[in-house]
Nanobody, 126 residues
């Protein structure tokens, strides 16, 4: 059974940085596309970034492009989302999700993903 464990959230001030981690167990990481989504209070869930671990291709939502970097470490079966220059509007619960490479139509659609982590809270204060 594939399981995802998200971690690394916390409370920072505006301009701070956090590195979120998503560790996958139950299968090898390079079979998957890993996506990060977030849900802010009172808002819809939003796709933030994704990585095809096999070919290294990445995507970013416009609001984080230039401030976020997604990467993978196959030896640790972990995907990282480094977020810099955090802003109050980044405050949300962040979730990682996995879908088998090629078994989806759009990386931005949450309903394409088969496995989800439990979420990690990011709070940015001004």
């Amino acid at each position: 059974e594939v399981q995802l464990q998200a971690s690394g959230g916390g409370s920072v001030q505006t301009g701070g940085s956090l590195r979120l981690s998503c560790t996958v167990s139950g299968d090898t990481l390079d079979d998957y596309v890993i996506g990060w989504f977030r849900r802010a209070p009172g808002k819809e869930r939003e796709g933030v970034s994704s990585i095809n671990v096999n070919d290294g291709s990445t995507t970013y939502v416009d609001s984080v492009r230039g401030r976020a970097t997604i990467s993978s470490d196959i030896t640790k079966n972990t995907v990282y989302l480094q977020m810099n220059n955090l802003q109050p509007e980044d405050t949300a619960v962040y979730y990682c999700a996995a879908v088998v490479e090629g078994d989806y139509n759009s990386r931005w659609r949450a309903d394409e993903y088969d496995y989800w982590g439990q979420g990690t809270q990011v709070t940015v204060s001004s």
